[in-house]
């Protein structure tokens, strides 16, 4: 069974990098056709897909943040971690890391305030 788990600051100052780490166990980043997430929850908002890694190595990012986000991956640590720029309150929000394979998988989510 694939287990998730993010790590990283929960608080972040306004105009910096937000950085996140997703570790996956019980399944690899590069199994054929597994496509890695970040997904996000404002307050009081529904949720909202940032981007993908594939098993590949290819991403894929939602529109509205493409020019402030890079997902990137350490096969070696079987990782996968985001990087959104530039932050500002509004990205305040539950990160989530998420995959699919048959089941959806989630981890539990981890709470990242923007505020100076």
């Known amino acids: 069974q694939v287990q998730l788990q993010e790590s990283g600051p929960g608080l972040v100052k306004p105009s910096q990098t937000l950085s996140l780490t997703c570790t996956v166990s019980?399944?690899?980043?590069?199994?054929?056709?597994?496509?890695w997430s970040w997904i996000r929850q404002p307050p009081g908002k529904g949720l909202e897909w940032i981007g993908s890694?594939?098993?590949?190595?290819?991403?894929d990012y939602i529109p509205s943040l493409k020019t402030r986000t890079s997902i990137s991956r350490d096969t070696s640590k079987n990782q996968f971690t985001l990087q959104l720029r530039s932050v500002t309150p509004e990205d305040t929000a539950v990160y989530y890391c998420?995959?699919?394979?048959?089941?959806?998988?989630w981890g539990q989510g981890t709470q990242v305030t923007v505020s100076s």
């Open positions: 998420h995959t699919k394979a048959g089941t959806d998988y």
């Open positions: 019980g399944g690899s980043l590069t199994n054929n056709y597994y496509y």
């Open positions: 890694i594939a098993y590949s190595g290819s991403t």
